[in-house]
């Protein structure tokens, strides 16, 4: 029994003094990982694929990491059955998202970079019309989640905003091609204009 508790002292004291060690400021700097493990973590994933229904096209869209910055992790979010909702732009919080996309021609492999795309794209749900040469996407911002259909003018793919409305992204894919010209999207209620704000106070009552 003594010898166990002069073990469990010593322990105490190790733990104590790396604290105090860390107290001091030697450690307490912010740590990078080694350069190796750094480089992993951050490298561009794979991009993604989506061919048109004709597989003659990819839409290939890629990241420059699959790590979320810090300050998206930060805003308020509703936790509801697993998920994590942005209660300001009605998407998913802490989702890896895409910020360009080129098409790729499959007969000749030569890649073009879709023109009309914002700066800062936060690009989602790339979906090909049935005809195979149009398709669209979701980009999100700090406040909505927008509708881009992307044309071939000239040959050079060219990327439009045509929701007039907030895109509802919270569960599924948002949108859906009809036809080769008609679109049905999920919308934001225009009356909704604040984001209800959460109480402390619960009801006593337990629903099962």
């Not at 919080?93 to 360009?100: D, F, S």
């Not at 800062?120 to 980009?139: V, Y």
Request: with cysteine; aromatic share 6%; proline share 5%.
């Amino acid at each position: 029994m003594k010898k166990s508790l002069a073990v469990c002292a010593l322990l105490l004291a190790a733990g104590s003094a790396a604290f105090a060690q860390t107290a001091e400021g030697s450690i307490s700097s912010f740590r990078k990982p080694a350069a190796e493990i750094e480089a992993i973590t951050l490298a561009a994933p794979t991009p993604t694929v989506s061919y048109n229904a004709s597989y003659t096209k990819i839409a290939l869209a890629s990241m420059k990491s699959r790590m979320v910055p810090i300050n998206e992790l930060a805003p308020n979010e509703a936790r509801i059955g697993g998920l994590r909702i942005n209660t300001e732009n009605f998407s998913l919080n802490r989702e890896a998202m895409n910020e360009k996309i080129e098409v790729v021609d499959v007969k000749t492999g030569v890649a073009v970079e879709v023109e009309g795309i914002p700066a800062g794209a936060k690009i989602r749900h790339i979906t090909w019309a049935p005809s195979a040469d149009t398709f669209c996407f979701t980009n999100t911002t700090e406040k909505s989640v927008d509708l881009y259909k992307v044309d071939f003018i000239s040959g050079k793919p060219v990327a439009k905003k045509i929701s007039t409305s907030r895109v509802n992204a919270v569960v599924g894919t948002p949108f859906v091609f009809l036809s080769n010209t008609e679109i049905l999207y999920k919308t934001v209620p225009a009356s909704h204009t604040q984001t209800p704000k959460m109480t402390a106070i619960f009801s006593n009552v337990i629903q099962e």
